[in-house]
């Protein structure tokens, strides 16, 4: 004789197809959400990246302004321009590239000027990294906590004359 009505064995196969149709839409959530957040991390690298590669050429723009700077540039420079790497971006070389017209604010023709200038680039695109922090995914969040800190550095390297 066989049973009619509701078994055990039929709830559980019930419930499990059912289940097992909600997996996919779970799924594609899920990736929806991942190609989201990797779609955020890449406009943020690329933001960050230009912020970067505007600073390179702003240490090019002095340097070329001011060639007796060049020693004492051109290590920071070539440092900015592995957080442009790091970032996925164009390093645009590891040494000064011929002068490029400026963009941003011309460069002084004063050379402690100039210097000053340079640090409070540095120390903005510093803050932006720092600022980025907040919503960065913890891989990002420590590349930039790092150029944050260097940027830092090359702050204080710009501003106390015994550098270099």
Same mark, same amino acid.
């Given at each position: 004789?066989?049973?009619?009505?509701?078994?055990?064995?039929?709830?559980?196969?019930?419930?499990?197809?059912?289940?097992?149709?909600?997996?996919?839409?779970?799924?594609?959530?899920?990736?929806?959400?991942?190609?989201?957040?990797?779609?955020?991390?890449?406009?943020?690298?690329?933001?960050?990246?230009?912020?970067?590669?505007?600073?390179?050429?702003?240490?090019? *723009?002095?340097?070329?302004?001011? +060639?007796? =700077?060049?020693?004492? %540039?051109?290590? /920071?420079? &070539?440092?900015? #321009?592995? @957080? $442009?790497?790091?970032?996925?971006?164009?390093?645009?070389?590891?040494?000064?590239?011929?002068?490029?017209?400026?963009?941003?604010?011309?460069?002084?023709?004063?050379?402690?000027?100039?210097?000053?200038?340079?640090?409070?680039?540095?120390?903005?695109?510093?803050?932006?990294?720092?600022? *980025?922090?907040?919503?960065?995914? +913890?891989? =990002?969040?420590?590349? %930039?906590?790092? /150029?944050? &800190?260097?940027? #830092?550095? @090359? $702050?204080?390297?710009?501003?106390?004359?015994?550098?270099?």
């Amino acid at each position: 004789m066989e049973r009619t009505g509701t078994t055990r064995r039929r709830v559980l196969m019930v419930t499990g197809a059912a289940a097992a149709g909600t997996l996919p839409g779970c799924a594609g959530g899920a990736e929806t959400a991942a190609a989201s957040r990797a779609k955020a991390e890449a406009a943020t690298r690329r933001r960050l990246a230009t912020a970067s590669g505007a600073l390179r050429d702003r240490y090019d *723009a002095t340097i070329a302004r001011h +060639p007796g =700077l060049s020693e004492r %540039l051109g290590a /920071l420079r &070539a440092s900015v #321009a592995e @957080h $442009v790497t790091a970032l996925g971006g164009a390093s645009g070389g590891g040494s000064p590239a011929p002068a490029r017209p400026a963009a941003a604010a011309p460069v002084p023709a004063d050379e402690r000027a100039a210097l000053a200038a340079l640090a409070q680039a540095e120390r903005g695109t510093a803050d932006r990294h720092t600022a *980025a922090l907040e919503t960065a995914e +913890p891989e =990002l969040a420590r590349l %930039l906590a790092s /150029l944050a &800190a260097a940027g #830092a550095a @090359h $702050v204080y390297l710009l501003t106390h004359r015994d550098s270099g």
